[in-house]
């Protein structure tokens, strides 16, 4: 039995919303939202630690007040998908802004502290609890709410769990809305980065875009995937840890252009390839998103709401990454491999889907693939509701993977935290990896 108790849940509008007479104002979508049609939500949560003097029904009914006054800014987040069916199985989706609402939903968790969960190793078994929407599919957005926020109180804190539709957000957005939420909450009263809705088409691409796909292809795309039940495991790495790593990376490789992510990332590859055992001959797969915004020609605009990434893939032998000079190698095919995604190759690419489209499911995982999620770039640590900054971050269960690492900014300036998914005999080994755990701070 759970033991997180649901007290109440209601649906939050935009407090201001302008609905026209005839018709609602409809948003179509590009590729890069449409891949993740079979995926899960997007879920994130922070954790806030706060005194027993604090007036919690205060606290929940401020945060519902300056939710619905935020969505004001926001129309997407309270809208539906809308998928239509045309002739010889092809499909179109577009978001029909109607203001239907977001779903918040109040709990309590009264045998859970913060320090257990900062404490743990390990996510808690628990943790997926405290998030709405588990194991609905962004499809169903058509009829379920495309935002659902769950407030958790718990014994000295709350856990505020944020599930966001990943086809209409991808993590730059889903962070915008949060900061701008906080903002809210603060007393502000204009958030200071407005959002553009306004999806990026090449010239002549006739909208919406259509592709094939029944509804119940989609929904057996979807159902296909095994069902993941692995722990995730938390690193964290202190600034002058990842500065050591970068400046490694860049000695063994001969350059100065290795990035602090791409040294770190490659040393924890380089980490669960040697924990799995894998063959030197064997071939392994690096898989991470890039994001378009700042990449095309003209670039997009910064605060851009919506999904503009695509997903980039380094394969190596595993043997190279095992090598005296691995972190430098690896490291460096990371790198140029980033440095591909010019403006001609992201729009072929999206040019490409039109012909041949392609979706993100959890079987793309396979035992020798690592996926990486998030970025240390997103403002986790200054989401103050009112009543102080988080003090921990957390994933939801939503689209877990074998070999998914889900990375964040660290409390600490310049620090980096890692949620790394694997069978927990190879976590294990990865925690009893010396090479690697001298520079974990945990």
């Known amino acids: 039995m759970s033991s997180v108790q649901v007290l109440s849940s209601a649906t939050i509008h935009a407090l201001n919303h302008n609905l026209c007479d005839s018709t609602y104002h409809t948003i179509n979508l ?11 939500y997007n879920q994130k949560g922070l954790l806030y630690h706060h005194s027993s003097e604090l007036d919690t029904t205060n606290q929940i009914q401020h945060l519902k007040h300056s939710l619905s006054n935020t ?104 962070w915008h809305f949060i900061n701008s939420w906080s903002e809210i909450s603060r007393g502000c009263l204009k958030i200071s980065k407005l959002p553009i809705f306004e999806r990026w088409f090449p010239k002549g691409i006739e909208c919406p875009i259509r592709f094939p796909f029944t509804i119940d292809l989609l929904n057996n795309h979807s159902n296909d995937e095994e069902k993941i039940n692995l722990p995730y495991r938390l690193f964290h790495f202190k600034k002058e840890n990842i500065i050591k790593l970068k400046f490694k990376a860049n000695l063994e490789a001969g350059t100065k252009n ?42 997009l605009q910064e605060d851009y709401f919506g999904n503009a990434v695509i997903e980039c893939v380094v394969t190596m032998q595993a043997g190279e990454l095992l090598e005296d000079i691995g972190l430098g190698k690896g490291s460096w095919e990371m790198n140029k491999m980033i440095a591909l995604y010019s ?100």
Not at 30 to 40: H, I
Not at 124 to 134: K, T
Not at 155 to 170: E, K, L, R, S
Request: proline share 5%.
């Open 30 to 40: 590009t590729p890069w939202d449409l891949q993740f049609l079979p995926y899960g």
């Open 343 to 442: 403006d001609e190759k992201l729009k072929n690419h999206y040019e490409n889907w039109l012909i041949k489209p392609s979706f993100f499911t959890l079987s793309v995982a396979n035992n020798n693939s690592t996926v990486i999620a998030n970025s240390p770039l997103f403002d986790v640590y200054g989401n103050d509701f009112g009543w102080g900054i988080p003090v921990g971050v957390r994933s939801g269960g939503s689209n877990k993977k074998n070999g998914k690492i889900v990375v964040y900014a660290g409390v600490e300036e310049g620090s980096i935290d890692l949620e790394v998914c694997l069978p927990y005999e190879i976590l294990e080994a990865i925690g009893n990896d010396s090479e690697f755990m001298e520079v974990v701070s945990n």
């Open 71 to 174: 969505l004001d800014f926001f129309p997407p987040l309270t809208s539906r998908l809308k998928i239509t069916e045309h002739e010889d199985n092809m499909i179109s989706c577009c978001i029909v802004c109607n203001n239907e609402g977001a779903l918040f939903v109040h709990a309590v968790a009264k045998s859970i502290s913060v320090a257990g969960i900062l404490g743990s190793t390990y996510h808690l078994s628990i943790i997926p609890s405290f998030f709405a929407l588990n194991g609905v599919k962004n499809y169903e957005g058509t009829s379920q709410p495309l935002l659902a926020v769950q407030v958790t109180e718990l014994i000295d804190g709350i856990f505020i769990g944020f599930t966001i539709n990943h086809a209409i957000v991808d993590g730059k957005s889903f």
């Open 258 to 299: 290795i990035s602090s992510l791409q040294a770190l990332l490659t040393h924890i590859w380089h980490s669960i390839i040697r924990s799995k055992k894998i063959d030197s001959q064997e071939k392994v797969n690096f898989m991470l998103d890039i994001g378009v915004r700042h990449r095309l020609v003209p670039p």
